[in-house]
Protein backbone atom coordinates (compact mmCIF):
# COMPACT_ATOMS: atom_id res chain seq x y z
CA UNK A 1 0.00 0.00 0.00
CA UNK A 2 1.64 3.55 -1.21
CA UNK A 3 0.60 6.29 0.96
CA UNK A 4 1.69 10.03 0.22
CA UNK A 5 0.43 13.41 1.79
CA UNK A 6 0.80 13.87 -2.20
CA UNK A 7 -2.10 14.11 -4.59
CA UNK A 8 -0.42 12.57 -7.28
CA UNK A 9 2.27 9.61 -7.40
CA UNK A 10 5.20 9.30 -9.97
CA UNK A 11 5.41 7.05 -12.70
CA UNK A 12 1.40 6.29 -11.36
CA UNK A 13 -1.49 7.38 -13.08
CA UNK A 14 -4.98 7.22 -11.01
CA UNK A 15 -7.75 5.01 -12.44
CA UNK A 16 -10.28 5.61 -9.40
CA UNK A 17 -11.07 7.72 -6.83
CA UNK A 18 -12.41 5.42 -4.04
CA UNK A 19 -12.96 7.83 -1.42
CA UNK A 20 -12.20 9.35 1.84
CA UNK A 21 -10.30 6.69 4.66
CA UNK A 22 -9.83 7.36 8.28
CA UNK A 23 -8.15 6.35 11.13
CA UNK A 24 -7.92 7.41 14.51
CA UNK A 25 -6.09 6.41 17.75
CA UNK A 26 -6.07 7.82 20.88
CA UNK A 27 -3.75 6.63 23.59
CA UNK A 28 -2.71 7.58 27.11
CA UNK A 29 0.67 7.72 28.66
CA UNK A 30 1.05 5.97 32.28
CA UNK A 31 2.28 7.61 35.51
CA UNK A 32 5.60 6.64 35.15
CA UNK A 33 5.66 9.03 31.57
CA UNK A 34 3.36 11.40 33.16
CA UNK A 35 6.16 12.05 35.82
CA UNK A 36 8.89 11.97 33.91
CA UNK A 37 7.78 14.08 31.42
CA UNK A 38 7.08 16.58 34.37
CA UNK A 39 10.85 16.54 35.61
CA UNK A 40 11.68 17.34 31.94
CA UNK A 41 9.16 20.21 32.00
CA UNK A 42 11.29 21.93 34.76
CA UNK A 43 14.49 20.51 34.08
CA UNK A 44 14.42 21.32 29.91
CA UNK A 45 15.59 18.41 27.27
CA UNK A 46 12.72 16.01 25.05
CA UNK A 47 10.44 13.83 26.38
CA UNK A 48 11.94 10.51 24.97
CA UNK A 49 8.78 8.62 26.74
CA UNK A 50 5.72 10.94 25.03
CA UNK A 51 8.03 11.05 21.81
CA UNK A 52 7.54 7.46 21.78
CA UNK A 53 4.31 7.13 22.43
CA UNK A 54 3.34 9.90 19.73
CA UNK A 55 5.13 7.71 17.80
CA UNK A 56 3.33 4.87 18.41
CA UNK A 57 -0.05 6.37 18.24
CA UNK A 58 0.84 7.88 14.64
CA UNK A 59 1.83 4.66 13.35
CA UNK A 60 -1.09 2.95 14.77
CA UNK A 61 -3.42 5.89 13.02
CA UNK A 62 -1.99 5.21 9.31
CA UNK A 63 -1.92 1.49 9.80
CA UNK A 64 -6.15 1.44 10.96
CA UNK A 65 -6.30 3.78 7.49
CA UNK A 66 -4.09 1.59 5.46
CA UNK A 67 -6.37 -1.23 6.60
CA UNK A 68 -9.35 0.56 5.81
CA UNK A 69 -8.04 1.40 2.08
CA UNK A 70 -7.19 -2.04 1.28
CA UNK A 71 -11.05 -3.12 2.20
CA UNK A 72 -12.04 -0.97 -0.93
CA UNK A 73 -9.76 -2.41 -2.68
CA UNK A 74 -7.14 0.52 -3.18
CA UNK A 75 -3.42 0.52 -4.05
CA UNK A 76 -3.00 3.75 -2.08
CA UNK A 77 -3.97 6.64 0.21
CA UNK A 78 -2.87 9.77 -1.24
CA UNK A 79 -3.93 13.42 0.47
CA UNK A 80 -2.68 12.07 3.47
CA UNK A 81 -3.52 14.64 6.74
CA UNK A 82 -2.48 14.23 10.05
CA UNK A 83 -4.02 15.58 13.41
CA UNK A 84 -2.88 15.56 16.86
CA UNK A 85 -4.79 16.47 19.70
CA UNK A 86 -4.36 15.96 23.24
CA UNK A 87 -7.26 15.06 25.12
CA UNK A 88 -8.55 14.25 28.68
CA UNK A 89 -9.04 16.19 31.81
CA UNK A 90 -5.17 16.34 32.21
CA UNK A 91 -4.38 16.53 28.46
CA UNK A 92 -2.95 13.05 29.27
CA UNK A 93 -4.41 11.36 26.44
CA UNK A 94 -3.12 11.98 22.61
CA UNK A 95 -5.69 11.33 19.91
CA UNK A 96 -3.97 11.02 15.99
CA UNK A 97 -6.34 11.04 13.01
CA UNK A 98 -5.21 10.49 10.11
CA UNK A 99 -7.22 10.75 6.64
CA UNK A 100 -6.70 10.64 2.96
CA UNK A 101 -8.23 9.04 -0.50
CA UNK A 102 -8.37 6.22 -1.34
CA UNK A 103 -7.31 5.50 -4.72
CA UNK A 104 -6.73 2.39 -7.75
CA UNK A 105 -3.64 3.04 -9.68
CA UNK A 106 -1.65 1.76 -12.80
CA UNK A 107 1.79 1.81 -13.11
CA UNK A 108 2.84 4.49 -16.21
Do not use: H, P, Q, W
Not at 18 to 33: H, K
Not at 79 to 94: F, V
Amino acid sequence: MLLSTTDTLANFEITEYLGIVTGETISGANIVRDVMATVTDYVGGRSAAYEEEVGKARESSMNEMADRARLKGADAVIGISLDYETIGSRGAMIMVTTSGTAVRLRRL
